[in-house]
């Protein structure tokens, strides 16, 4: 493929209200990134949720009304017809990602000329304890133990092997 530009255009599909903590968290993860130039938050549900997020953190933002079952797709579809970047990282609303796997990701996409890539080889989901120290800032995420370990079935990962810490909800 080719790529106008390596800037990142971050696709956050976000639901329920008691999952904003995990969303403010995650995007306080992404603008740590700086490859990342635009967020943007799908809110999905009757009622939007995540706008004063949104505004906070300077992110674009989009409620789709949605009643039935949760549908990611549609969600990440509404989300790339907003996108302004090539790059697109479609993302859960309570991944963190680690220093540097955006970058590692992105390197690894253009240097293999891949389509699309996977760029963790696991999610490790953490205790209420060290979800809180994460998304406080006081604990590394690559430093707490897991209380479960979800493989993505890809043997390596550019950032060696550790995917992104999944707070407990």
Not at 131 to 160: E, I, K, N, Y
Request: charged content about 15%; overall charge negative; hydrophobic content about 45%.
């Amino acid at each position: 493929p080719v790529i106008a530009s390596e800037g990142v255009s971050a696709i956050v599909v976000h639901a329920g209200a008691e999952r904003l903590p995990l969303l403010a968290g995650m995007i306080a993860s992404l603008k740590q990134s700086p490859q990342v130039e635009q967020i943007i938050i799908v809110d999905v549900g009757d009622t939007p949720l995540a706008h004063a997020l949104a505004v906070r953190w300077s992110a674009d933002y989009v409620h789709a009304p949605a009643a039935g079952p949760f549908n990611r797709a549609r969600a990440v579809n509404i989300g790339c017809g907003l996108a302004r970047n090539d790059l697109l990282l479609w993302s859960d609303n309570d991944l963190l990602y680690a220093p540097g796997l955006i970058q590692s990701a992105i390197n690894e996409l253009l240097t293999r000329k891949l389509d699309y890539l996977v760029p963790y080889a696991q999610i490790r989901y953490l205790n209420e304890h060290d979800s809180l120290a994460v998304l406080a800032g006081t604990q590394d995420p690559a430093h707490c133990v897991p209380l479960a370990v979800l493989g993505t079935g890809r043997g390596g990962a550019a950032d060696g092997g550790v995917g992104p810490p999944r707070p407990c909800a």
